[in-house]
């Protein structure tokens, strides 16, 4: 079975940074996601991580360690839009394509 | 290029009676897969159709169906509607390869009463 675990909530300071952390245990992996989410919205796209390390898109940046089965979302320089659910989501082994297990989402806070 | 487009928004049904969402993935995705979030589960996998052919399934009972036609437009059904099926359908396309990103449309609210 597949298992992925995510904080439910995080508050954090426009301006500042956040790490937003997802542990999963699967019988087969075949990456990771960090989708985001704003209220009453769909789901975008922000990273993929299929192999261990840090991968760098502007404000954010994802990293895996596979044999950890641990990710993070850095989040820097905080905005308020940043305001959202972010999901992590595993892809399996096995499944190619569409099929992805989400954990629960992890709805963001950022005060002035 | 135009998103993902899933019709209607919102639906409003009775229990046992059924119902079928449309889904009109982006141009070139092959891959259609559709999403139930509610806020008890997340989101869940429903299933997911490939050159019109059903290439991955969830483990939702078999009132739940789906389909793809030629033009990767796809359609969900669901028969003898029960309250607990309440909740926002998402269809999410893409190219269908490992790595490809879901693409999600704004979802349609189906509230059963």
């Known amino acids: 079975g597949q298992n992925i675990d995510q904080p439910t909530e995080m508050t954090a300071t426009e301006g500042a940074i956040v790490q937003i952390n997802c542990t999963y245990q699967?019988?087969?992996?075949?990456?990771l996601f960090w989708y985001q989410q704003h209220a009453g919205e769909a789901p975008t796209f922000l990273s993929y991580?299929?192999?261990?390390g840090l991968e760098e898109k502007g404000r954010f940046s994802s990293f895996l360690s596979r044999s950890k089965g641990y990710s993070y979302l850095l989040l820097k320089e905080l905005q308020m839009k940043d305001s959202a659910s972010y999901l992590c989501?595993?892809?399996?082994?096995?499944?190619?394509?569409?099929?992805?297990?989400f954990g629960q989402g992890t709805e963001l806070s950022v005060k002035p | 290029k135009a998103g993902v487009t899933q019709t209607p928004r919102y639906l409003i049904k009775t229990r046992g009676q059924q119902v079928t969402l449309s889904c009109s993935p982006i141009?070139?995705?092959?891959?259609v897969s559709w999403y139930q979030q509610t806020p008890g589960q997340g989101l869940q996998f429903l299933f997911e159709?490939?050159?019109?052919?059903?290439?991955n399934k969830g483990n939702f009972p078999g009132r739940f169906s789906g389909r793809q036609f030629s033009n990767s437009r796809s359609e969900m059904n669901v028969s003898t509607l029960e309250l607990g099926d309440s909740a926002l359908y998402l269809c999410?396309?893409?190219?269908?390869?490992?790595?490809?990103?879901?693409?999600f449309g704004n979802g349609t609210r189906l509230t059963v009463t």
């Open positions: 999410a396309s893409s190219l269908g390869g490992n790595g490809s990103p879901l693409h």
């Open positions: 699967t019988s087969g992996f075949n990456g």
């Open positions: 991580n299929v192999l261990d």
């Open positions: 989501a595993v892809a399996h082994l096995y499944n190619q394509g569409g099929k992805l297990i």
């Open positions: 141009s070139g995705h092959r891959s």
């Open positions: 159709y490939f050159s019109e052919t059903q290439r």
